[in-house]
């Protein structure tokens, strides 16, 4: 059903008549049809939005659908005398069809869209969040919450999960999630509770990225105009990837999972992912389930595995060297790195967070 616009390129799209009819006048069964295609090949999304904003610029400077022949000609002259090479050989059009605007559509494109939203845009390029927030708009209505005050924001999204909206930050969502997936739009920080539901993924939209989860509570600082794009995991499983991917590859292959305590700072200007994990990894179990780690003359390897369960973090050392290891502790309402700090000490170990697991480095316990 879909597999005919599985490859196709941005020159493709706007020179297909049904693309362009559902760009030209949109109904509820041709937005379903194209949400539904990026549902099956989501790594065609930039370049469907490409050419949906190369017809959407056409339309805004024809003023009609297929444009009007005076106002075509006016769209021409512009396009020749923008040309810094030698003007190309005006294509013909037919009287009254879609093919006249396909063509003025695919010289844009070879001219370049960035040349033309120059031309012909006195606003500049819109920010990222503006782009996707109108790119959801030509499926479905989306509402917007701004928060301008310094408190946080508490907003309720249509299947039940909150979202705290932080300090000039910007949320959009649709009044109810239709389709496979619960898609909202964030410019700056908010923290996510997410309610769980296996057959409608949550997906947050934040700059270059893509937020992924099932249910799970979760923090993401993506501001416009900063250098990384922050998202920090406090329960649950989330999949943090980039939304451009190569031609037929998911792009959550490019990306992290990342899991209770794990952050993931993404520089955008190198478009690279760091994990580790978060400044104060939070204790996963109950006061009562933490009274039960009391250790008396313990091997370390209990007390690590205690670590990795009270913390949801991997602790990775050599099992053989420490094996004559032991020590006498429990776990208290002291933070990871604190009692690490403890640990280490009274085995002369060191440790070091590398790639969100702790590693713990040690001549062993016979030394001394």
């Known amino acids: 059903m879909y597999q005919k616009y599985a490859s196709f390129q941005t020159a493709d799209f706007v020179a297909d008549a049904d693309f362009i009819e559902w760009v030209r006048r949109p109904t509820a069964s041709s937005n379903q049809y194209w949400?539904?295609?990026?549902?099956?090949?989501?790594?065609?999304?930039?370049?469907?939005?490409?050419?949906?904003?190369?017809?959407?610029?056409?339309?805004?400077?024809?003023?009609?659908?297929?444009p009007a022949s005076e106002e075509a000609e006016q769209i021409w002259e512009a396009i020749e005398e923008n040309l810094s090479a030698s003007p190309i050989r005006r294509m013909g059009f037919m009287a009254n069809g879609w093919q006249r605007w396909a063509a003025a559509a695919a010289v844009v494109l070879a001219l370049g869209v960035?040349?033309?939203?120059?031309?012909?845009?006195?606003?500049?390029?819109?920010?990222?969040?503006?782009?996707?927030?109108?790119?959801?708009?030509?499926?479905?209505?989306?509402?917007?919450?701004?928060?301008?005050?310094?408190?946080?924001?508490?907003?309720?999204?249509?299947?039940?999960s909150t979202i705290t909206l932080e300090k000039d930050s910007r949320l959009s969502f649709a009044k109810s999630f239709v389709g496979k997936n619960r898609e909202v739009y964030l410019t700056g920080a908010a923290f996510f509770d997410v309610t769980k539901n296996p057959d409608k993924p949550f997906l947050v939209y934040t700059n270059e990225l893509v937020t992924k989860v099932l249910g799970t509570s979760f923090r993401i600082q993506a501001f416009e105009k900063a250098k990384n794009i922050v998202v920090s995991v406090k329960t649950g499983r989330v999949s943090v990837y980039p939304k451009k991917a190569k031609k037929n590859t998911d792009p959550e292959t490019a990306g992290m999972l990342l899991t209770p305590n794990q952050e993931v700072n993404f520089a955008r200007a190198e478009e690279r992912f760091?994990?580790?994990?978060?400044?104060?990894?939070?204790?996963?179990?109950?006061?009562?389930?933490?009274?039960?780690?009391?250790?008396?003359?313990?091997?370390?390897?209990?007390?690590?595995?205690?670590?990795?369960?009270?913390?949801?973090?991997d602790i990775v050392f050599d099992e053989e060297v420490m094996a004559s290891c032991h020590l006498t502790t429990s776990l208290s309402a002291e933070t990871l790195f604190d009692k690490l700090e403890v640990i280490c000490e009274g085995i002369g170990a060191t440790y070091k967070v590398v790639d969100a697991q702790v590693v713990v480095t040690g001549r062993g316990c016979n030394q001394y």
Do not use: C, H, M
Not at 46 to 60: C, G, H, N, S
Not at 285 to 295: A, D, M, P, V
């Open 35 to 66: 949400q539904e295609y990026l549902e099956v090949f989501p790594y065609q999304q930039p370049v469907l939005q490409q050419a949906r904003q190369t017809v959407q610029l056409l339309i805004e400077e024809g003023r009609a659908i297929p």
């Open 274 to 313: 760091n994990r580790t994990l978060i400044d104060k990894p939070t204790v996963l179990l109950t006061k009562e389930e933490l009274r039960q780690y009391s250790f008396d003359d313990a091997p370390v390897s209990q007390i690590f595995a205690a670590l990795e369960k009270a913390y949801g973090v």
């Open 114 to 160: 960035s040349w033309y939203l120059i031309a012909f845009s006195n606003s500049g390029a819109p920010e990222s969040y503006q782009a996707l927030v109108r790119e959801a708009e030509s499926i479905q209505p989306l509402q917007e919450v701004v928060n301008t005050s310094a408190q946080p924001r508490l907003v309720e999204l249509p299947d039940g």
